[in-house]
């Protein structure tokens, strides 16, 4: 998602960012999910590094059922909803922030966890799983954090402008952005990948080629 946002323009390798003179700060907020970790990732203290501009928050989770909201989550999504009002409002002395949010890849089938354990959710019937009539089988709004009034949530299409076949839908998405498809079949994003021939998605193992990825140099 950094080379998308920002990869360097007129670079000679090709690809180029949607805006490449942005400056980028990075958190690794899903390796450590700890209420303090978000509240630096999303802008909190309103000064130093993590006073940015745009807050591009690329994960989502997918829960199978509306979750039943207990005395502490409730108390954690008041707190978040606060501190994404007051960035919003506040920062940047005054001029405020964006919160962007994907919606989420999961039309067809997802992904979700029963404690630790995780569990693949497909249209299946008579011991078949089947395409579900070109509906969409998640809904984005399940999400509680996708339906966040401070949150910008956007889905995305594809180059002939038609809804992407992996982009969740729901209520909550605020608008549709250009988001590729699988490059095998239909023109894609090129974005940077880690260096080295053992690092990243492109890997020397790969047992798919990704020709719309390039290494950062």
């Known amino acids: ?46 000064t130093g590094s993590a006073n940015s501009r745009v807050y591009n928050q690329s994960y989502s989770s997918k829960p199978a059922l509306l979750t039943n909201v207990d005395a502490e989550h409730a108390f954690s999504l008041q707190l978040k909803e606060r501190v994404m009002q007051q960035v919003s409002l506040n920062s940047n002395n005054g001029l405020g922030a964006l919160f962007v949010k994907s919606a989420g890849n999961a039309f067809y089938q997802y ?20 395409n579900n009539a070109g509906l969409p089988f998640h809904n984005a709004n399940l999400s ?22 992996y982009s969740s839908v729901g209520a909550s998405v605020f608008l549709t952005a250009p ?27 790969s047992t798919i080629d990704t020709p719309s990825k390039y290494r950062i140099r």
């Open 111 to 130: 992904t979700t966890f029963f404690g630790d354990t995780p569990f693949q959710v497909f249209p299946y019937e008579q011991q078949q799983p089947f």
């Open 1 to 46: 998602m950094a080379g998308v946002i920002a990869a360097q323009a007129n670079n000679n390798i090709g690809g180029r960012g949607v805006a490449p003179n942005a400056h980028l700060v990075g958190f690794n907020y899903l390796d450590a999910q700890t209420m303090s970790n978000w509240l630096q990732s999303h802008g909190m203290p309103l």
């Open 144 to 165: 509680t954090d996708n339906a966040s009034f401070w949150n910008m949530l956007v889905s995305a299409y594809n180059a002939n402008g038609k809804l992407a076949s």
């Open 179 to 205: 988001g590729g498809e699988n490059t095998q079949s239909q023109a894609g994003i090129v974005t940077t990948d880690i260096s080295g021939c053992a690092a990243g998605f492109n890997t020397i193992n």
